[in-house]
T-cell receptor, first 114, second 115 residues
Framework: DTEVTQTPKHLVMGMTNKKSLKCEQH?????MYWYKQKAKKPPELMFV???????INESVPSRFSPECPNSSLLNLHLHALQPEDSALYLC?????????????FGPGTRLTVL | GDSVTQMEGPVTLSEEAFLTINCTYT??????LFWYVQYPGEGLQLLLK?????DKGSNKGFEATYRKETTSFHLEKGSVQVSDSAVYFC??????????????FGKGTKLSVKP
């Protein structure tokens, strides 16, 4: 299985809602990532987990809260988002944090904040 | 810090034309270099990679050679198809220069191939 899966595919939420994005991989990868991608832009790194510990938080607002329950799962909890947070949220995984390790990306969750 | 510069496009070609998308990089250490492709409505897929100077990555008819002397990793394909229409991202991963092993992306190049 060389796939990263993400649910849901699409999500529409109001600014007062609480929702979660889910990501799963069964490749035995020990590093997992959340990215945010706006239209016509490259992905921007939000969070990195390495061996289930938060390794890097790229100064992301606290309304985004990551969680790594185990080595196969990654969640992104959303609360009190703003319309400018509407974007494609991509999850990725890699074998480790070494520079030669390619990242495998999921299909993304298209988030719209009303 | 590390950075990647690629031609922004959009690039429009006819089917069977030759494709070149230029990519140059700035890095403190000895980075690995990648090309990712993003088809409409999808996530990114690794297209090819090279981990040291003079390495050539290739996949699905696409090729790129890691040129340390010109700090370049240009993407080429001899004959494009309509199905190659997508956005192409050049990226590097370096342990130095602030990137800490994370991917540094170029801005992306949108390719449209007409029948």
């Amino acid at each position: 299985d060389t796939e990263v899966t993400q649910t849901p595919k699409h999500l529409v939420m109001g600014m007062t809602n609480k929702k979660s994005l889910k990501c799963e991989q069964h490749m035995g990868h020990r590093a997992m990532y959340w990215y945010k991608q706006k239209a016509k832009k490259p992905p921007e790194l939000m969070f990195v987990y390495s061996y289930e510990k938060l390794s890097i938080n790229e100064s992301v607002p606290s309304r985004f809260s990551p969680e790594c329950p185990n080595s196969s799962l990654l969640n992104l909890h959303l609360h009190a988002l703003q319309p400018e947070d509407s974007a494609l949220y991509l999850c990725a995984s890699s074998q480790g944090r070494g520079i030669a390790n390619e990242q495998f990306f999921g299909p993304g969750t298209r988030l719209t904040v009303l | 810090g590390d950075s990647v510069t690629q031609m922004e496009g959009p690039v429009t070609l006819s089917e069977e034309a030759f494709l070149t998308i230029n990519c140059t990089y700035t890095a403190t250490g000895y980075p690995s270099l990648f090309w990712y492709v993003q088809y409409p409505g999808e996530g990114l897929q690794l297209l090819l990679k090279a981990t040291k100077a003079d390495d050539k990555g290739s996949n699905k008819g696409f090729e790129a050679t890691y040129r340390k002397e010109t700090t370049s990793f240009h993407l080429e394909k001899g004959s494009v198809q309509v199905s190659d229409s997508a956005v192409y991202f050049c990226a590097l991963s370096d342990i130095y220069g602030g990137s800490q092993g994370n991917l540094i992306f170029g801005k992306g190049t949108k390719l449209s191939v007409k029948p």
